[in-house]
Nanobody, 115 residues
């Protein structure tokens, strides 16, 4: 059974940093793309970033040059380093993967950027 469990969210001031982590289980982690999505109140879920099996990364326009995604295949972990956080980054952040065409999401971790 595929499981994705996020951690690392919290309250941070504008300009601050947070590192989100996601531990995966139930599938051959190193064979699939992993990603992060987010959903702010009243808005649609949007792609933040993803990383392929070869390490190719992709970022949403609003987070480019501020966020960095990485993965550790030995630990079945994917990370999202978030720097220069803005109030508009406030959202629930979800870890994501697609395994043989089926989509999986974690339960999310809340990031709140506020002074």
């Amino acid at each position: 059974q595929v499981q994705l469990v996020e951690s690392g969210g919290g309250l941070v001031q504008p300009g601050g940093s947070l590192r989100l982590s996601c531990v995966a289980s139930g599938f051959n982690f190193q064979l699939f793309t992993l990603g992060w999505y987010r959903q702010a109140p009243g808005k649609e879920r949007e792609l933040v970033s993803d990383i392929t099996v070869t390490g190719k990364v992709n970022y949403g326009d609003s987070v480019k040059d501020r966020f960095t995604i990485s993965r550790d295949n030995a630990k079945n972990m994917v990370y999202l380093q978030m720097n220069s956080l803005k109030p508009e980054d406030t959202a629930e952040y979800y870890c994501y993967t697609s395994v043989y065409g089926r989509h999986y999401w974690g339960k999310g971790t809340l990031v709140t950027v506020s002074s």
